[in-house]
C-alpha cells in the first residue's frame, strides 16, 4: 500500500515500518480506500469524508457536462485517430506522434483538471465514457462527414495494422464467450503445441498476418487454437473508454493520459469497466510493448495502472470470473515468449527437439517482459485467484510448457583450447528471467500451499511438473550420462517440483513417498542438478577460464541471496531427496564421478587420471568432500523451522563480516514473494538480529573514514552457532570462508578459548525430518568407508594433492556418522551376508561403527609401472595364507567405484520392467579408456594392516608431532563416558577433532573402546626421518610455508602499521588529540646559528641559501570563514519554513565592509586602506605539513608529475601536487628566509634602552628603504622565488578581494592586502585554537603555521612601498604636533583619525615595516605605543555606549584625581579626561528621543566598566600574543580564562615584571605613555571633534568597534531529514522560479541553489560553483537535498563528502533509496564543521574531482 506524503503525515504512523520513496511518474495514494487499509489508518481528513453524508449534487447542475463532454472526448479521439501514421519499417516515428501529444496537451489536461473536480464530476466521466449507446450513436452515423469518415478508415487500419481484426472481417468469438469451455480448447490447444513443438519453421520467409512476424529468424511457432486467437487478434471497441485506452496504448502509455485514467479511479463504477477494458486489450499491449522503442518508460507506465487494478483481491477475482484473466495472462506470456526461441544444444545438440528461449534477445535482454509477469505475480497473491490457477489442469499444463521454454537456457560449454574471443553477458537476462518469469510465480503459488487441506493442489503442480520433466528428458534425448563440459544453471522445472515436495512435507503432511517417481527418473533427476554443483567445483578450481569472466560471474549468482533460495537451495534439496531413497552406493560413485576425482582414490602413491589435469585434483576433490558434507548437513528443508533458518543465515553472513542493518536485510535470502512470513523488517527479522548480535554505533575520529553503525556476532554466538557449512554455501567470494575463519580464531584468543589456528568447529544439527532418514544411509554405505579409509591412509603417507582441507572434511563426515549411526549394530552384522551384498570384502557390513575398527590386510592397486609400489616384492609370493584374504578384494577400487555405479544401474533400469530392452544401453564410455600415451598399468599389491581407528591414533600422533601422544581419556576419567558433551572438545584443531572423534567411537560401541586401548598399548615404533621426494616436499611445505607466510606477513602489517601510526602523528595530523607536542617547522635548535632543513625530495640536509633557496610545502587558500563570525552565540538555523530567513547583516564580514565604505565616503582613500584590514572574505590562509625541499628539486618534481598523465586528482597545470613525504595536497612552496629561526641571543636579550630611545630607532629603521639584507636590486634566486609566492598568494584569491581602493590598482591596495594575508593568518590560528589563548602552546594549529616565513616575505614585499614619513601613524602615536598644520588642507578629504584606526592593523604595518629580523626591544616598544591608543578607544567607546548622567557622574569623578601622574595609570582619570574633550565636540549632542532608546540602559559599575576595558583590549592582546610566539619562538603560557588578559599582558612586557597581582587586578596599569598622556589624548580627540562637527551620527558609529567576534559554526540542522526535504524539494528556486531538479542548499549561509542546473547558468558557470566563490571565495558546502549527502566544492575539485543524517541503525541512505528515516548525527556534523574551520577538506577527503563548473 502506498500513501501520498501528506495523507502520511497527518495520519499516525508511530511504530509502523515504512519506506519514503519518490515516484517518480506519479502514482495514487491508497488513504482513504477501505479496501487497502483499515479505517482506523485513515488520514484526519479522509477519516472525515468516510464517516459523513455526502449530499447528492442537484441535476441541473450536471446537465451541461453531460451534453457537451460527448462530443469533447469524440473530438479528442479524432485527433488521435488522424495524428496516427502506421510507422514505415525505417523511419521510427516517435517524433510524429511527440507532435501530437503535444497538441493534445491542453484537451488532456483539461480532463486531468475535471477529474480533480471531485466524485459528481467523475461519475458523469464515468457514464460518458462507459455508455455504449453514446459511442455508437457517435462513431458510427458518419453520415456526408468525409473527415469523420476518414478517420474512421484510418482506426481501422491502425486495427489492422496491429494484428488486430475488426469483428466484422472475420467471424470469430468475441473476447466475453462463456468460460465454460475454456479448460478443454487450452488442454488441446497445447496437446497440439507440444506435438508440433520440434517441427522448425525452416522457412525464412515472414508469416502472412504479420501478426507473428519479428524479424527473420529461424522460430518454432506453436500451433494454436481458435480460442487463442481470440484472445490474441481480436478488439471490439464498445465504448469510449475502450477506444481511448487503445489509442493510449497505440501512443505508449502518455504520462498525461495515464493520469487521467488513474485519476478517475476512485469512481467504483468506472474501476470495475476500466479493468475489464484493461484485460481485453492485454494482448495488444504486450504487442506494442514488444515494439516499443521506450519499453522502459512504457513498462514502468503499464504498472502504474495495472498494479492499482490487479492489487484488489475482490476486483481480481471478478475479472477472473467475467473475463478469463488467468487464461489471458499465460497465454500472452506465453506467446511473448513464443517469438525468441532457439533450439536447445543441450545433451544431444543434432537430434534435441527442446526449444528454449534466446537470452541474447532484447525481449529478455531488456527485461521486457517484466510488466505482464509482475501482474501475474500480483494476481497469484490473492488466494481466490490462485486457487482457481492451481485448480485448473489446462492452466498447469500451459505453465509448465511456459516454465519448460527457460529449462536449460544459457547453456554454457566448456572452453578447452583457446580463450572465447567474445564474452557474451547473456547470463545477466537469464538469471533475471529465471527469478522473475518462473520463481517469483512459483513462491506466489506455494504461499497458498500451506496447510492440510491445499493437498489436492500440490499433488497437481507434482503431476504436470514431472510430466514437463519427463517430456524434456525425452525432448533432449537423455538416457544417463551427461554431456560433458556443458553446464546450465537454469533448470526451474527441477526447482519447482523440489519446492512443492518440500512444502508438501513440511506443511501439508504429505506423505513424500506417494508423489515421488520410480528410481530411474529419480536417478535422471539427479544428474543435472549434480552437475551444476561439480561445475561450481571446476569454476573455481579454474577449469573454465578460457570461457572468461562471465562464468565466475554465473557461479557467484547462482548462490547470490537473491538468487540462492530459487536456485541452489531447491537443487541441493533435490539432491538430498533423491540420495536419500536411491541406493547409496550408487549416489556416492556417482558424486565422485561427477568430480572426476575417481582416479584419485587409490591407495597406489601414485595414479593416471584421465578426466583431470593434475593441478586441478586437489581443489576438485575439496570440492566433491565438501559438497558431500553440505549434502549431508545441510537442514533448511529438511526439518528447520523459518526461525531457526533466519537465524541461521543471519549467523552465517554475520560470521563472515560485521554488517549494516540494511546490507543484512539485503544479503538475508528472503522468500521473494511478499506473503511469505519471512519479510525483511519484520518482527522476527528484528527479534533474532538482537539475539545473536551487537550493535557498534558508529565511531567519528576526524580525519578517519566515515563510519557507519554496524552489528557483530554475540561472543556466544561464536561459541556455539558458527556454522561453517552454512558459511560455505552462502559464500559468493571463496574469501569470505577464510574472513569468517579469521575472525573466529580472533574470537578463540581473544576469550582464551584455544591459542592456535583452529579447524571449522563441528556443529550440531537439527533432527531430520522423518521423511528423510534415508538421507543418512550415505554415511553408511561401503563405498563411502572405502573412500574415508583410503583418503585417511593416503594423507598418512604424505601422498601428493591432498591438504588440510581435505583431512578436515574425511573427519567431518566420520563424525557425521558417527553422530547418525544406526544404534543396534548386531542387525548390521546379520544381514551382511545378503547376495547382494558380497561383491566386495573391503569391510564386513555397512555401519561406519562396525567397519571403523575392522582391519584391512592387503589390498591390490593397478598402478603406472614407474610407481614405487612395483619395485617391492610382492608379498603373494610368500605368503600362502594372505593370499586368501586377497582372492575377493575386489580388482582395484578405482574401477570398483566406476563398475559398481554401472551395475547398481543397470539393476535399477532392469527392475523398472517397461522398455527393459530398449534403454540398456551399450557401455560407450570412451570417457575411461585411457590415451595411448599412458605409461601401462600394472598390478601391485599392498600390505595395509590398519582400520580407520588405528589410522586415526596414527594420524594424532603425526598432527602432534610426538609419538604414543593420544592417550585414551576414559582410562583416567571414567566420567567422561558418561556425560560426553565437553566443552574441551567443541574449539581446537585436528588433534582436538581426532580425539573427539576417537571419544565418539568409544562412546558408540565397547568394542571400538577395547580396540583403542589396545592399538594405544602396543608402543608404536619411533617414524624414521623421512626421505622426502622432492614432489611430496612441495606437497608437503606448501601449508607450512603458507602458514610461515602468513605469520610473517601479519608480523610485517603490524610493523607497517606501527610505523605508519608515527608517521601520522609526527607529519599527517589532521586535529589530532590536543596533547601532542607542537611540531615546529624546523629542527633548528635555538643556539644554532643558522636553520638546516631537510630536502624531503633529495634527501639532503643544509642551510636554505640566497643561490639554493629551501621552501615548505604549502597550501594556499582562499577562506571566508572569518567572516562567518557573528557576535551573538544563538545559532543561525537553516531556515525550514516561508517565515524564516537569514540576513548576513550580523556577520563579521557585512561588519567590517560597512566600516570600510563609511571611512571611504568621508576620509582620505589612501589613508583609510591603512585604517582597517581586509580579507575577512576571500582572505588567504597559508598551511603547511611541515615538510621542506629544495625549490629547483620542486621544479623537477613538478616537471615530472606533468608527464604522468595517470594522476587525475590534482591539476599540476595550476601548481598542485601532493607532498613527496606524506602525500598531503599542496599548490606552492615559501621560501625560507637564511638565517636561523631562533634568533641568536643577543636578539633576546632585554636591552635597558629607554622607551624614547626605541622610539626613536623605530622611526629611523622604518624610513630607511634599503635596510632589508638581501638588496632588491640584486636578482638573487631567492629574491625571485619570494616574488613568485607573493605572485601566487594574489592569485589564490579573486581580484574582488583584493581591491578595495576608489583608484583601482593603486599601490595602496597591495600595501592593504600583504598585511591583511598576515592577520587573516593570526586570526583564523587564533580560531583553531579556539579563539583564546587559555590553553597554552599545546595546539596542532601550531604545526600547519608558516607565519614566520610569510612574515619574511611580507616584509620584503611591504618595505617596497615606503609610506610618506608625513602620513606615518607612528608620528601620530608618538608625537605631538603644532595646531597649526592641521589647517592648511580644508579643501581636501582629511585623513583618517587616530581613534578610528584598526589597532591590530597598525600593529602589522608597522613589524612589516620594520627591518627582518626584528628586535624584540622594538617589537615590545611598538606593541607598548599601540597599547596606549588601544586603552584610549576603549574608554572612547565606553563614553559613547553609557548615556548622559553617566558620563557627567564619571567626569566629574576623575576630575578630582589632579595627580596627573596617578591619573595617566587609572581608568577613571583617563575617562574623565577622554569626555571632557569630547565634549567639545558635538559627538554627545545630538541625541534625540530615539537615541536614548538605542544605547543600553544598564547601570555600570566599576567592575563592568574594567571587564569591559579588558574585553576590548583582549583581541589585540591575544593576536600580539600569538605574533611574538612565531616571531621569537616564546612559549605561549596556559592560563585560566578569567585571567588571560593578565597573563598576556605580561608575557608581552606591558606589565612592569614587580606587579603584584594580590588586589583585583585594573588593566589601566598596563599602560606605558611614550608621551604625557593628556596631551597626546586631546591632540587624538581633537581630530574627531572637528569630524562631528559635520557628521556625528557617523562619527559615533564608527567609534563603537564590536571586537568580541564568536566562533565562526555552520548552520544548525532540523533534527528529523524529513522536514528539510518535504519544505526544499519542492521549492522554487529564486533565479529562474522553477523546482530545481537537484535542489541544494549552502550550510554556511542557507541559501538555496539549483545543483547542476542550466536554467541558472551564468557565463558557464554553474549555480552552485559561483555561489561557492561569492559565498566561501571557493569552498562550498552543499546539502543535496534528494540525496542527503554533503558535496565539498573547493575550488576546480569537487567531492561527495557523506551524509550527517543517519537512520536508526547509524547508517547513511545516499540517494534516500531505501526510505527510512534520517535523523542528525551531531558527531559528524562537528567533524564536517571542523574540517571547514581548519580547512583541511582537501587533506583528510580523498576521492576528488574536476567538476568543469557545472555544478
Known amino acids: 500500500m502506498s500513501l501520498c506524503a501528506e495523507c502520511f503525515h497527518q495520519g499516525d504512523h508511530t511504530g509502523h515500518d515504512f519506506n519514503m520513496f519518490r515516484s517518480q511518474a506519479g502514482g495514487a495514494c491508497d488513504c482513504g480506500d477501505s479496501n487497502v487499509m483499515r479505517e482506523s489508518g485513515f488520514c484526519r481528513r479522509h477519516q472525515i469524508k468516510s464517516s459523513s453524508n455526502i449530499p447528492c449534487v442537484p441535476k441541473d447542475l450536471l446537465m451541461m457536462s453531460e451534453f457537451v463532454l460527448p462530443r469533447f472526448i469524440l473530438c479528442l479521439i479524432q485527433y488521435l485517430r488522424e495524428g496516427y501514421n502506421e510507422p514505415a519499417a525505417d523511419v521510427p516515428s516517435e517524433k510524429d506522434l511527440n507532435k501530437v501529444l503535444q497538441l493534445l496537451e491542453p484537451q488532456i489536461s483539461f480532463l486531468e483538471d475535471l477529474t480533480k473536480m471531485g466524485g459528481a464530476m467523475r461519475s458523469v466521466l464515468t457514464q460518458v465514457l462507459t455508455n455504449q449507446q453514446n459511442y455508437k450513436d457517435l462513431t458510427s452515423d458518419l453520415g456526408e462527414n468525409a473527415c469523420a469518415k ?8 491502425a486495427l489492422k495494422s496491429s494484428g488486430l481484426t475488426y469483428p466484422e472481417d472475420k467471424l470469430v468469438y468475441g473476447i466475453q464467450e462463456p468460460s465454460a469451455g475454456t479448460s478443454t480448447l487450452a488442454v488441446q490447444g497445447f496437446a497440439g503445441a507440444t506435438g508440433t513443438l520440434g517441427q522448425l519453421d525452416s522457412s525464412d520467409e515472414e508469416d502472412q498476418d504479420g501478426s507473428q512476424g519479428l524479424g527473420k529468424r529461424k522460430r518454432v511457432k506453436l500451433s494454436s487454437s481458435a480460442k487463442d486467437q481470440s484472445i490474441m487478434d481480436v478488439l471490439k471497441h464498445k465504448s469510449f473508454l475502450e477506444e481511448l485506452l487503445f489509442w493510449t496504448i497505440k501512443y505508449e502509455f502518455p504520462q498525461k493520459m495515464v493520469t ?38 512504457m513498462s514502468n507506465r503499464i504498472v502504474h495502472i495495472s498494479v492499482q487494478l490487479f492489487s484488489n483481491e475482490e476486483l481480481a477475482r471478478q475479472v477472473t470470473e467475467e473475463c478469463q484473466l488467468l487464461d489471458i495472462m499465460v497465454t500472452v506470456l506465453l506467446y511473448m515468449m513464443e517469438s525468441c526461441l532457439i533450439k536447445s544444444e543441450l545433451q544431444d545438440e543434432e537430434n534435441s527437439l527442446h526449444v528454449v528461449v534466446n537470452c541474447g534477445e532484447a525481449l529478455l535482454k531488456n527485461n521486457t517482459y517484466w510488466p505482464l509477469v509482475s501482474d501475474f505475480i500480483n494476481i497469484l497473491s490473492h488466494q481466490s485467484v490462485a486457487k482457481k490457477f492451481l485448480e485448473d489442469h489446462g492452466l498447469l499444463v500451459t505453465w509448465m510448457n511456459f516454465v519448460s521454454f527457460f529449462q536449460g537456457m544459457n547453456l554454457n560449454k566448456r572452453e578447452l583450447n583457446e580463450h572465447v574471443e567474445f564474452e557474451s553477458q547473456t547470463y545477466y537476462a537469464a538469471f533475471a528471467a529465471e527469478l522473475e518469469a518462473c520463481a517469483q510465480p512459483m513462491w506466489g503459488l506455494l504461499s497458498h500451499c500451506k496447510v492440510r487441506e491445499t493437498q489436492e493442489y500440490t499433488r497437481n503442480v507434482v503431476r504436470y511438473c514431472l510430466e514437463a520433466l519427463q517430456d524434456w528428458f525425452d525432448a533432449i534425448n537423455f538416457v544417463d550420462e551427461p554431456a560433458p563440459n556443458q553446464v546450465t544453471f537454469h533448470l526451474p522445472l527441477h526447482r519447482y517440483y523440489a519446492m512443492f515436495l518440500s512444502k508438501a512435507v513440511k506443511c501439508q503432511e504429505l506423505d513424500l513417498d506417494s508423489i515421488l517417481p520410480d528410481q530411474e527418473m529419480l536417478m535422471k533427476l539427479m544428474i543435472h542438478p549434480l552437475q551444476i554443483q561439480a561445475s561450481l567445483a571446476e569454476i573455481h578450481s579454474n577449469m573454465w577460464v578460457r570461457n572468461g569472466l562471465q562464468i565466475k560471474g554465473q557461479a557467484m549468482t547462482y548462490v547470490q541471496s537473491h538468487f540462492c533460495n530459487s536456485m541452489i537451495d531447491p537443487d541441493i534439496y533435490l539432491l538430498q531427496v533423491c540420495a536419500s531413497r536411491l541406493d547409496p552406493d550408487y549416489f556416492i560413485s556417482s558424486v565422485f564421478e561427477r568430480f572426476k576425482v575417481v582416479d584419485l582414490l587409490t591407495m597406489a602413491s601414485q595414479h593416471q587420471n584421465t578426466v583431470l589435469d593434475a593441478e586441478h585434483e586437489r581443489s576438485m576433490l575439496e570440492g566433491a568432500l565438501t559438497f558431500l558434507v553440505i549434502l549431508l548437513s545441510l537442514r533448511l528443508h529438511l526439518g528447520m523451522s523459518d526461525d531457526e533458518i533466519l537465524r541461521a543465515e543471519m549467523v552465517a553472513q554475520l560470521c563472515m563480516n560485521d554488517r549494516t542493518h540494511s546490507s543484512l536485510l539485503d544479503l538475508i535470502p528472503e522468500n521473494p514473494n511478499p506473503k511469505s512470513g519471512i519479510i525483511p523488517g519484520s518482527y522476527s527479522f528484528e527479534s533474532v538480529l538482537s539475539a545473536v548480535a551487537d550493535f557498534k554505533a558508529p ?53 582464551g578459548k584455544f591459542p592456535g589456528n583452529p579447524w571449522p568447529p563441528y556443529k550440531k544439527r537439527t533432527a531430520l525430518h522423518s521423511s528423510y532418514k534415508g538421507l543418512m544411509r550415505l554415511l553408511h554405505c561401503k563405498t563411502l568407508h572405502i573412500v574415508l579409509f583410503t583418503l585417511l591412509y593416503k594423507i598418512l603417507n604424505d601422498h601428493q594433492n591432498l591438504s588440510e582441507h581435505v583431512l578436515c572434511m574425511v573427519l567431518y563426515l566420520i563424525e557425521l556418522g558417527l553422530e547418525n549411526s544406526a544404534d543396534e549394530e548386531s542387525d548390521e552384522e546379520t544381514s551382511v551376508c545378503g547376495p547382494e551384498r558380497c561383491h566386495d570384502s573391503w569391510f564386513p557390513g555397512s555401519n561406519l561403527v562396525s567397519n571403523m575398527r575392522h582391519f584391512i590386510n592387503y589390498v591390490r592397486v593397478r598402478v603406472p609401472e614407474t610407481a614405487p609400489e612395483v619395485k617391492r616384492d610382492s608379498p603373494a609370493s610368500t605368503s600362502s595364507d594372505s593370499l586368501g584374504s586377497l582372492q575377493n578384494s575386489g580388482t582395484a577400487q578405482v574401477f570398483s567405484l566406476v563398475a559398481e555405479r554401472r551395475k547398481k544401474f543397470q539393476e535399477i533400469i532392469n527392475r523398472s520392467s517397461n522398455e527393459a530392452n530398449q534403454v540398456v544401453r551399450p557401455k560407450t564410455s570412451n570417457k575411461w579408456s585411457a590415451p595411448g600415451s599412458v605409461p601401462q598399468l600394472t598390478t601391485a599389491i599392498l600390505e595395509i594392516k590398519e582400520s580407520i581407528l588405528s589410522l586415526l591414533i596414527k594420524l594424532h600422533h603425526k598432527l602432534s608431532g610426538k609419538q604414543n601422544s593420544y592417550y585414551p581419556p576414559w582410562l583416567d576419567d571414567i566420567e567422561i563416558l558418561i556425560q560426553p558433551e565437553i566443552p574441551k572438545y567443541s574449539h581446537g584443531d585436528g588433534i582436538t577433532a581426532v580425539e573427539r572423534i576417537l571419544l565418539k567411537a568409544a562412546l558408540q560401541s565397547r568394542m571400538n573402546k577395547r580396540i583403542i586401548e589396545e592399538i594405544c598399548r602396543k608402543v608404536t615404533p619411533p617414524v624414521p626421518p623421512k626421505k622426502v621426494t622432492t614432489a611430496e616436499k612441495k606437497t608437503l611445505d606448501k601449508e607450512e610455508r603458507r602458514q610461515k607466510a602468513r605469520e610473517r606477513q601479519q608480523k610485517l602489517l603490524a610493523e607497517f602499521a606501527s610505523r605508519q601510526k608515527s608517521f601520522m602523528e609526527t607529519a599527517m595530523d589532521v586535529d589530532s588529540p590536543e596533547n601532542d607536542i607542537p611540531m615546529e617547522i624546523t629542527t633548528a635548535e635555538p643556539q644554532l646559528s643558522e636553520a638546516v632543513y631537510d630536502c624531503v625530495i633529495c634527501g639532503q ?133 637564511p638565517g636561523s629561526n631562533m634568533e641568536n641571543n643577543l636578539w633576546q636579550r632585554h636591552s635597558n634602552k629607554s622607551i624614547p630611545d626605541l622610539i626613536k630607532e623605530v622611526e629611523e629603521l622604518q624610513g630607511r628603504p634599503g635596510a632589508f639584507p638581501v638588496s632588491i636590486s640584486s636578482e638573487t634566486n631567492l629574491s625571485k622565488e619570494m616574488e613568485s609566492v607573493m605572485k601566487d598568494i594574489k592569485n589564490t584569491t579573486q581580484k574582488k578581494y583584493r581591491d578595495y581602493s576608489k583608484t583601482p590598482g593603486s599601490p595602496d591596495n597591495d600595501f592593504l592586502f600583504m598585511y591583511s594575508v598576515a592577520r587573516t593568518n593570526l586570526e583564523l590560528e587564533l580560531i583553531h585554537r579556539g579563539g583564546n589563548l587559555c590553553s597554552g602552546g599545546a595546539s596542532t594549529a601550531g604545526k600547519r603555521s608558516c607565519l614566520n616565513q610569510l612574515f619574511h616575505v611580507l616584509a620584503l614585499h611591504m618595505r617596497l612601498y615606503s609610506i610618506d614619513s608625513e602620513f606615518n601613524p607612528w608620528r601620530k602615536l608618538t608625537q605631538l604636533e603644532e595646531m597649526n598644520s592641521q589647517l592648511g588642507n580644508e579643501e581636501q578629504q582629511p585623513e583618517v583619525p587616530i581613534l578610528y584606526h584598526d589597532v591590530t592593523s597598525l600593529l602589522l604595518i608597522q613589524i612589516l615595516m620594520m627591518p627582518q629580523p626584528l628586535h624584540k626591544d622594538h617589537f615590545t616598544c611598538i606593541v607598548k605605543v599601540l597599547f596606549t591608543l588601544l586603552y584610549t578607544q576603549a574608554l572612547a567607546a565606553l563614553s559613547v555606549k553609557c548615556n548622559e548622567e553617566d558620563r557627567s557622574a564619571w567626569k566629574h569623578t576623575g576630575a578630582l584625581k589632579k595627580n596627573p601622574c596617578d591619573a595617566e595609570k587609572s581608568y577613571k582619570g583617563l575617562l574623565s579626561f577622554v569626555i571632557s574633550e569630547l565634549s567639545k565636540g558635538k559627538l554627545y549632542h545630538e541625541e534625540g528621543a530615539q ?8 547601570a555600570w559599575s566599576p567592575e563592568s566598566m574594567e571587564k569591559y576595558l579588558q574585553d576590548f583590549c583582549l583581541p589585540f592582546l591575544r593576536i600580539t600574543s600569538l605574533l611574538q610566539h612565531h616571531l621569537f619562538g616564546e612559549d605561549l603560557p596556559s592560563c585560566q580564562e578569567e585571567e588571560e588578559f593578565s597573563v598576556l599582558s605580561s608575557c608581552l612586557g606591558l606589565l612592569p615584571t614587580f606587579y603584584q597581582t594580590e588586589h583585583p587586578f585594573i588593566s589601566a596599569s598596563c599602560l606605558d605613555w611614550p608621551v604625557p598622556a593628556f596631551d597626546i589624548i586631546a591632540q587624538w580627540c581633537s581630530e574627531i571633534n572637528s569630524f562631528t562637527e ?9 567609534l563603537i568597534q564590536e571586537s568580541r567576534w564568536k566562533l565562526p559554526h555552520l548552520l544548525q540542522l532540523p533534527e528529523n531529514y524529513n522536514t528539510i526535504f518535504q519544505y526544499y524539494h519542492r521549492k522554487t528556486c529564486s533565479v529562474c522560479t522553477k523546482v530545481p531538479k537537484d535542489p541544494a542548499v549552502c550550510l554556511v549561509c542557507g541559501t538555496f541553489v539549483c545543483l547542476k542546473g542550466l536554467c541558472c547558468k551564468q557565463q558557464s558557470y554553474c549555480e552552485c560553483v559561483l555561489h561557492s566563490q561569492n559565498c566561501g571565495a571557493g569552498t562550498g558546502i552543499f546539502l543535496l537535498i534528494n540525496a542527503s549527502v554533503i558535496i565539498i566544492i573547493r575550488g576546480h575539485r569537487f567531492c561527495l563528502w557523506g551524509s550527517v543524517y543517519l537512520d536508526a541503525h547509524g547508517e547513511e541512505d545516499r540517494d534516500l533509496r531505501r526510505g ?15 574540517q571547514w574551520i581548519s580547512h583541511t577538506f582537501d587533506h583528510i577527503n580523498k576521492r576528488w574531482g574536476p567538476h568543469y563548473n557545472g555544478l
Request: with cysteine.
Open 699 to 751: 565511531v567519528f575520529e576526524p580525519g578517519g573514514s566515515m563510519q557507519q553503525g554496524m552489528y557483530t556476532p554475540k561472543a556466544e554466538v561464536w561459541d556455539q552457532e558458527f556454522d561453517p557449512v552454512m558459511v560455505i554455501l552462502r559464500t559468493v567470494y571463496r574469501r569470505d570462508v577464510q574472513s569468517a575463519m579469521d575472525r573466529y580464531t580472533a574470537f578463540l584468543k581473544q576469550s
Open 260 to 297: 487521467f485514467l488513474l485519476n478517475m479511479l476512485p469512481d467504483q463504477e468506472y474501476k470495475v469497466a476500466f479493468t475489464k477494458t484493461f484485460v481485453q486489450h492485454y494482448a495488444f499491449i504486450m504487442k506494442t510493448l514488444k515494439k516499443s522503442h521506450e519499453s522502459d518508460t
Open 150 to 157: 476518414k478517420s474512421h478508415e484510418k482506426y481501422l487500419i
Open 1716 to 1730: 527510512k528515516p534520517l535523523y542528525i548525527c551531531k558527531e559528524r556534523y562537528k567533524v564536517l564543521e571542523q
Open 1101 to 1233: 640536509s643544509g642551510p636554505s641559501s640566497e643561490d639554493r633557496p629551501t621552501g615548505l610545502v604549502v597550501l594556499l587558500q582562499a577562506s571566508s570563514v572569518l567572516g562567518q563570525c557573528r557576535d551573538n552565540l544563538e545559532p543561525k538555523k537553516l531556515p525550514i519554513t516561508e517565515e524564516e530567513q537569514i540576513y548576513p547583516w550580523d556577520t563579521c564580514a557585512a561588519v567590517h565592509d560597512v566600516r570600510l565604505s563609511l571611512l571611504q565616503r568621508y576620509f582620505k582613500d589612501s589613508s583609510c586602506l591603512l585604517a582597517v584590514s581586509i580579507g575577512w572574505e576571500g582572505g588567504v590562509y597559508v598551511q603547511t605539513c611541515g615538510h621542506t625541499l629544495h625549490i629547483d628539486c620542486h621544479k623537477s618534481y613538478m616537471e615530472s608529475l606533468r608527464n604522468d598523465q595517470v594522476l587525475q586528482g590534482f591539476s599540476v597545470d595550476k601548481g598542485e601536487f601532493t607532498c613527496p613525504l606524506c602525500r598531503q595536497f599542496a599548490n606552492s612552496v615559501l621560501p625560507c628566509y
Open 1491 to 1498: 537615541e536614548c532608546a538605542m544605547v543600553s540602559p544598564i
Open 1590 to 1598: 559635520r557628521h556625528a551620527e557617523q562619527g559615533k558609529a564608527l
